[in-house]
Each structure stands twice: as structure tokens, then as C-alpha cells.
């Protein structure tokens, strides 16, 4: 990460965080526009170029792939609760209109939190539809009959 922080030329510091299930890299700087972009598309690719290349270094290494998170001065984590908070929402609104609402398009990351979020309430369901980047979740009520 300091190696690509270093050719991208942006001053930043990384907090390295380990978690449960894998490690979470945080970028702290004053240049996190930069790096996150419109949305997060630059976070998104930032990290995609980051895990390529540390699954070339370790499988030239011979070492285990690991999990990692990438952040920008605590963006990923703003933007799940946002997540989170539209779902529990939307599943308010579901139940009291008694029918389907069907969300932005989202990323697949986006979907599987909400999806994630609303298996906690039984009477509601979701699905992705639609093909990428236009794919989007769809939160219905579940009629048991």
C-alpha cells in the first residue's frame, strides 16, 4: 500500500486493523477524494489493483492469499451504515405499503449488505435484478401463502 501511495505521489498514513475474518487496511489523508472518487469508484478500483497485486507477490512467494478491506479515512465503513440504514428503512416502508420498492443500482459489495441486512426481518424478502452496472435490489413483502 505505501509503494502504490508512493507512486500515485499522495501523502497518507495506513492503519493496519485486523479483524475476525480479515485484515482492514485504513488510508489516512488529506487527499481522499483522490483515492475514493465519484460514488467510490476510485476506492473500488484502488482495490482491485491492490489485491492483484498482492496475489501475484504471494503466489510468487509461495504464501497464503489473505482477506483484506480498503478504506479511506473511514469511507467504506460511512457508507455500510448508510447501507444499512436504506435497508431498514426501505423494509419499514415495505411493510407499511404493503408492497415491492425497488432500490438505485448498486455494486455487488452495495447489494449483498443489504441483502445481508434484511434477512433479519422474516416477513420480508429481496432480490438483485437487472444486469450490471444497472443491477439493483428489489425489497418485496413475503406473503406466506
Known amino acids: 500500500m505505501e ?3 508512493e507512486k500515485m505521489t499522495v501523502k497518507g498514513e495506513i492503519d493496519v486493523r ?3 475474518e480479515c485484515f482492514q487496511f485504513v488510508i ?3 487527499e481522499a477524494g483522490i483515492l475514493i472518487g465519484e ?3 476510485h476506492l473500488l478500483a484502488l482495490t482491485h489493483l ?3 497485486i498482492t496475489e501475484s507477490e504471494f503466489k510468487r512467494n509461495n504464501l497464503e492469499k489473505i482477506q483484506f478491506l480498503l478504506d ?3 469511507y467504506q465503513i460511512k457508507k455500510t451504515e448508510e447501507l444499512k440504514n436504506l435497508a431498514r428503512m426501505n423494509a419499514q416502508k415495505v411493510r407499511y405499503l ?3 420498492i425497488e432500490l438505485e443500482p448498486m455494486n455487488p459489495y452495495e447489494r449483498r449488505i443489504i441483502h445481508s441486512v434484511l434477512t433479519e426481518y422474516p416477513d420480508i424478502i429481496t432480490e438483485s435484478v437487472g444486469v450490471d452496472p ?3 435490489v428489489v425489497i418485496k413483502p413475503y406473503d406466506r401463502n
Open 72 to 74: 479511506v479515512n473511514d
Open 134 to 136: 444497472d443491477r439493483r
Open 50 to 52: 491492490v489485491k492483484k
Open 98 to 100: 404493503k408492497k415491492e
Open 39 to 41: 460514488n467510490g469508484q
Open 18 to 20: 485486523e479483524g475476525s
Open 28 to 30: 489516512r489523508t488529506q
Open 3 to 5: 509503494a502504490v501511495l
